[in-house]
Structure formats: C-alpha cells, structure tokens
C-alpha cells in the first residue's frame, strides 16, 4: 500500500514536472487506475514496487538530472524485481552519457554496493556461488520460454502471446494507441526517445521470447503513460479531458466488474485458460483434452505426454 501511495505522488510530481504549464492531474488518476498498475499495487507483491520505483526513476534521471541518486534508485529497484533492472539497464546507459566520468564513477560504485546487499546472500542460499543466481533464472526462462525466438513456431507460439498482448492493453486501457503514437515522434522528441528506449527492451523479451501475464507489465506503465500524455498534450483541452475521462472510466469498470472464470472444467474453460493464462501446460493437465495438446503443439512436454497418447 506504501508503494502504491507513494507511485501515485512520484508519477504526479513526474509529470507536472515534464509537462509544466499542463495539469497533471489526469494523466495521474490515468495512471492510477491503470488495472495493471491498480492489482499490482494493491495484491501483487514485489510487482508493487514497480509502480513507485518506475516513475521515481524517470523523475530522479529524466528530470532531476541526478545520476547518483538514479543509480541508487535503480539498484534498490533491481533487488525487487531484478529483471526489470536488466530490462531498465539500457536505458540506464542511454543517460549516463550525459554525465561526466566522476559521476558516472560514482553512481556505478552505489550500484554495486546496493546490489551486492542483496546480491550475495541470494548467492548464499543458492549455495555459495556468486553466479548462482544468475545460472539458476536462466535456467528457468529457458524451461519456460514459449516465444518465437526460442523456435517455437506456429499456433503453440501464437496461442501464449495473447496473454502479452492483453497485459499491455490493460497497463494503458483505452490510451495504447495514444502510447503508440507518442513514441512515433522518438525522432523530434527527446522525452518520446527516452521513453521508447525505457520500455522497448522488456515489451521485446515478453513478446518474442518470454510470454507472460500483465503483473510483468507494472514496471512499464509510467512510461507509456509518460508518452500517452505527450501525444495528448498538443490536444486542446475539453478533447484532452474527455479522453482521459472515457479511458479512466473504462479502467474502472474492467477493475469493478472483471472476475475470474470459476474452477469447474469445461470446454469453455480449456479455451480460456488456453488463451489466457501464461503456458497451456496446467489447463492441458486440468483438461486432459489430447485435441488441445496437439493443437498447442504441447505434446513434446514430458508432463503432457500421457495425454496425448
């Protein structure tokens, strides 16, 4: 609940910040109200601090111009969720390129101890081995991984990319196209750039390599968010308004009256569980439907085996 509080403050000085001359009000409650923002900041666990430490880190570098303290908040950031911080790494890079040697020098030195706070003991409980940690998540992405650059071709790949799709049309709702549009300008824009290059390496992994659910998405959400209200920004006022109004009220209502599919087997749940959950492998196993199996082209799974024969 902290980090939700507090990501909603950050987002909000982030933004009058960026946009000054603009209230930043909607865009903030927008953002508040994203689904995605919204069950991770309230439910989610470690996602939840994605939803602070995102926008906190734009605000600190893209704003502050402060790259000590960006490294400090990118290294807290990363012993959340250390994916996000790899993710978040070129964007890192992209910036330190404005900031002398010294600087540079320094804000590597307060990553490395932070990280290292975290870091080795992590190593400790896998078993002493610095590495350790790293080879253990490559092993699990690697046994996880559905996407097309991992070969899976065809239906199997299609099939576990919607989940991806969908999570990144509940992180933004109704202002994706606005997303997408505001980072077309990357060209003319340096905010667009930055932007672009923040949230382009994690959307890439998840959409070609390593399909997952909208929870994975939280980190990204100011940062579209960031280009969604550039875009709208050159809209006079009243359109301004009523685009936000219609976006927040649609995030609202798919918060208030969305509900899970309940827990009885049926053909109608296959499908969606098919579609929606993040591998096909356990609503194969619920099923036991060897049709679905082949279909998915699930049937090389050691564990799904039985099933299609």
């Known amino acids: ?13 982030l933004t009058s910040r960026l946009f000054p001359g603009l209230s930043p009000f909607w865009l903030s409650l927008a953002y508040t109200c994203s689904p995605i923002v919204w069950f991770s900041a309230d439910i989610h666990s470690s996602y939840a601090a994605m939803t602070f430490f995102a926008p906190l880190l734009i605000l600190v570098l893209e704003v502050e111009r402060r790259f000590v303290w960006g490294c400090v908040v990118w290294a807290l950031m990363t012993g959340f969720r250390p994916s996000d911080g790899v993710f978040v790494l070129p964007w890192m890079l992209f910036h330190s390129l404005r900031f002398p040697w010294k600087q540079r020098l320094a804000g590597v030195s307060a990553a490395i101890a932070i990280v290292a706070a975290w870091w080795v003991p992590t190593a400790q409980r896998y078993g002493g081995s610095l590495l350790l940690p790293l080879s253990s998540s490559q092993m699990q992405v690697h046994e996880l991984a559905q996407g097309v650059l ?40 340096a905010i667009a750039r930055s932007m672009t290059i923040f949230l382009l390496p994690g959307l890439a992994f998840f959409l070609l390599y390593y399909f997952s659910d909208g929870p994975y998405l939280a980190y990204i959400a100011a940062a579209g968010m960031v280009l969604a209200g550039m875009y709208l920004a050159n809209r006079p006022p009243v ?29 109608l749940r296959a499908v969606t569980d098919a579609y929606f959950v993040r591998y096909s492998v356990p609503s194969l196993k619920e099923q036991r439907d060897p049709r679905l199996a082949k279909l998915l082209g699930a049937c090389h799974d050691h564990t799904v085996v039985g099933i299609c024969k």
């Open 1 to 13: 609940m902290a980090f939700s509080v507090a990501g909603v403050a950050a987002f909000y000085l």
């Open 150 to 189: 991992t070969g899976h071709l065809g239906v199997h790949a299609a099939v576990n990319a919607v989940p991806t799709v969908a999570g990144i049309i509940m992180t933004w709702g109704l202002l994706t196209p606005a997303v997408y549009l505001g980072a077309t300008a990357w060209k003319r824009s």
């Open 239 to 267: 359109t301004q308004r009523t685009i936000y109004a219609v976006a927040i009220s649609a995030s609202v209502l798919f918060m208030i009256f969305a509900r899970p599919a309940n827990g009885k087997p049926s053909k």
